[in-house]
């Protein structure tokens, strides 16, 4: 009982979240576009960090590159970025507008169980049919 209370709490928070996620980015989409950019670059320069404190060269160099090749990536890109956000903007009040979506894995969810259990009933009643044809054939050869 207390791991579906769990999973109903996960559940729930998720759906605030994603909710609280797309007020704050339809509300702010171009300082959410640049806070998620600095936060990805602030992860690849941590880990790099973190690298350097540990001695550890393959992790520092790794880290290093890549954050190397992304910041040259966003610089060439730079442009496009307000495009995307333009996008951004229209994709937010899309789904403002038609919230049900937010929905869609929940109910795929139950879809699939729904779909799942039929297939593990069929395949118990198949099982089960050859069980007792195992069992006549048995009876007979005796």
Known sequence: MDNAVY??????????????????IK?????????????????????????????????TITMG????????VLYCLRKKIDTGIAMVKI????ISERMQ?????????VLTFIVGSFYIYTLSAMLGIIDIKDAKQEDSGR
Do not use: E, H, Q, W
Request: net charge positive; glycine share 6%; proline share 4%.
């Open 101 to 109: 979506i937010f929905f869609t894995p929940l109910v795929k969810l």
């Open 27 to 59: 509300a702010f989409p171009r300082p959410m576009v640049y806070l998620m950019t600095v936060l990805s670059l602030g992860v690849l320069a941590a880990m790099a960090v973190v690298g350097i404190i540990l001695d550890n060269l393959a992790l």
């Open 65 to 72: 590159v890549t954050l190397l090749i992304y910041l040259c």
């Open 91 to 94: 994709a937010t009040n899309f």
């Open 7 to 24: 999973i109903g709490a996960g559940v729930a928070t998720s759906v605030i979240v994603s909710f609280v996620y797309v007020l704050l």
